[in-house]
T-cell receptor, first 118, second 113 residues
Framework: AQKVTQAQTEISVVEKEDVTLDCVYE???????LFWYKQPPSGELVFLIR??????QNEISGRYSWNFQKSTSSFNFTITASQVVDSAVYFC???????????????FGRGTSLIVHP | NAGVTQTPKFRVLKTGQSMTLLCAQD?????MYWYRQDPGMGLRLIHY???????AKGEVPDGYNVSRLKKQNFLLGLESAAPSQTSVYFC????????????FGPGTRLTVL
């Protein structure tokens, strides 16, 4: 079973639509960290946000917002008024100690490809 | 600062050949990682290192070896390349204090014929 599930393989929207990318995770650690990364068509990976397991406050950064809910093990990402430049693959990642037993090592989801049409 | 750099950017190998991918970071990060990215599979961790002289296996370590002789460098070796190792390889680093916010290199596209 995947530790990080991004069920949406591809999402296609028209510019100015709002879009939510889902991320569901699984861990036995009480302390863990969740991330979102963006991979535009140019290929580089860019860090967007980190949350720790003790901070369930939602976060907003411009048109981006994140909703962390421990009760449903979800860390969803919403883009408001999408733009063509938002077209990219978005990865959710979970960092916990399951793999190493000591160090926090990240596991990535399979990614969601977002296509924003003009 | 160059951040994380990877050498080479592209490479084509024949089955059975060997090669080494070099990753270098100038941010004094303790942790370094090698991932492979395949279509529809996301990023899968091959090996990682939590410090100079230490390495550990990730999710998909078979067919690869690594070494971290210097803090700033993390080498990924393929001893006998196979077509299944055709992929894009990403190196990343992180500072322990940032709880694994990772900085990624630009990637190496490897094709094994």
């Amino acid at each position: 079973a995947q530790k990080v599930t991004q069920a949406q393989t591809e999402i296609s929207v028209v510019e100015k639509e709002d879009v939510t990318l889902d991320c569901v995770y699984e861990t036995r650690d009480t302390t863990y960290y969740l991330f979102w990364y963006k991979q535009p068509p140019s290929g580089e990976l860019v860090f967007l946000i980190r949350r720790n397991s003790f901070d369930e406050q939602n976060e907003i950064s411009g048109r981006y917002s994140w909703n962390f809910q421990k009760s449903t093990s979800s860390f969803n990402f919403t883009i408001t008024a999408s733009q063509v430049v938002d077209s990219a693959v978005y990865f959710c990642a979970l960092s916990d100690r399951t793999l190493s037993g000591g160090s926090y090592i990240p596991t990535f989801g399979r990614g969601t490809s977002l296509i924003v049409h003009p | 600062n160059a951040g994380v750099t990877q050498t080479p950017k592209f490479r084509v190998l024949k089955t059975g050949q060997s090669m080494t991918l070099l990753c270098a970071q100038d941010m004094n990060h303790e942790y370094m990682y090698w991932y492979r990215q395949d279509p529809g599979m996301g990023l899968r961790l091959i090996h990682y290192s939590v410090g100079e002289g230490t390495t550990a296996k990730g999710e998909v370590p078979d067919g690869y070896n690594v070494s971290r002789l210097k803090k700033q460098n993390f080498l990924l070796g393929l001893e006998s390349a196979a077509p299944s190792q055709t992929s894009v390889y990403f190196c990343a680093s992180s500072s322990r204090s940032s709880y694994n916010e990772q900085f990624f290199g630009p990637g190496t596209r490897l094709t094994v014929l």
